[in-house]
T-cell receptor
Framework: GDSVTQMEGPVTLSEEAFLTINCTYT??????LFWYVQYPGEGLQLLLK?????DKGSNKGFEATYRKETTSFHLEKGSVQVSDSAVYFC????????????FGKGTKLSVIP | NAGVTQTPKFQVLKTGQSMTLQCAQD?????MSWYRQDPGMGLRLIHY???????DQGEVPNGYNVSRSTTEDFPLRLLSAAPSQTSVYFC??????????????FGQGTRLTVV
């Protein structure tokens, strides 16, 4: 079946530090890959996505590249802000006719001034 | 734009009580789903629906029922609440479930405590 593995949190960074959150996956088909973000007290919202190998998704300074050879989709940001404090979820939707989004367990990021 | 609306936001139940969590979307989305979020477990799929009148089980369906009589609404019923159902519940919808790059839109969540 499909699965997503994210680095364990929580992650605490100082403002303007570089962020990497690792994500690897296994999938039965050719998946699309997503990063969702959950701000405190809110639902999840799409941060970025990539639909084929070597695609780079980007939004709000965050980037992730679809690496088929390493089955990875690591999230990066060059300079984090306090407002980036949230829980980040890596997810996939398999291309094998599945309706389901499969999520990682989430990584909580705290950015301190 | 309302998007996906969940009610209530908070609920406390006694063991054995029943209740319905409401979910409505105004985007004419075909696919709707319910997840529960527990610490260290991420989001786990409870039930999903690919259209009005069609529902199916996800990863953790026991203790929950769903129905989809209209495109807009997808209520989740707890028949006899148990403390193990204490969780945060999210409803999500997507335009087309069969398209693999389709974005899911989430409601704000319902925090349920069963005592």
């Amino acid at each position: 079946g499909d699965s997503v593995t994210q680095m364990e949190g929580p992650v605490t960074l100082s403002e303007e530090a570089f962020l990497t959150i690792n994500c690897t996956y296994t999938a039965t088909g050719y998946p699309s890959l997503f990063w969702y973000v959950q701000y405190p007290g809110e639902g999840l919202q799409l941060l970025l996505k990539a639909t084929k190998a070597d695609d780079k998704g980007s939004n709000k300074g965050f980037e992730a590249t679809y690496r088929k050879e390493t089955t990875s989709f690591h999230l990066e940001k060059g300079s984090v802000q306090v407002s980036d404090s949230a829980v980040y979820f890596c997810a996939l939707r398999s291309g094998a006719g599945s309706y389901q989004l499969t999520f990682g367990k989430g990584t909580k990021l705290s950015v301190i001034p | 734009n309302a998007g996906v609306t969940q009610t209530p936001k908070f609920q406390v139940l006694k063991t054995g009580q029943s209740m319905t969590l409401q979910c409505a979307q105004d985007m004419n989305h075909e696919y709707m789903s319910w997840y529960r979020q527990d610490p260290g477990m991420g989001l786990r799929l409870i039930h999903y629906s690919v259209g009005a009148g069609i529902t199916d089980q996800g990863e953790v369906p026991n203790g929950y029922n769903v129905s989809r009589s209209t495109t807009e609404d997808f209520p989740l019923r707890l028949l006899s609440a148990a403390p193990s159902q204490t969780s945060v519940y999210f409803c999500a919808s997507s335009l087309q479930g069969k398209v693999r790059n389709t974005e899911a839109f989430f409601g704000q969540g319902t925090r349920l405590t069963v005592v």
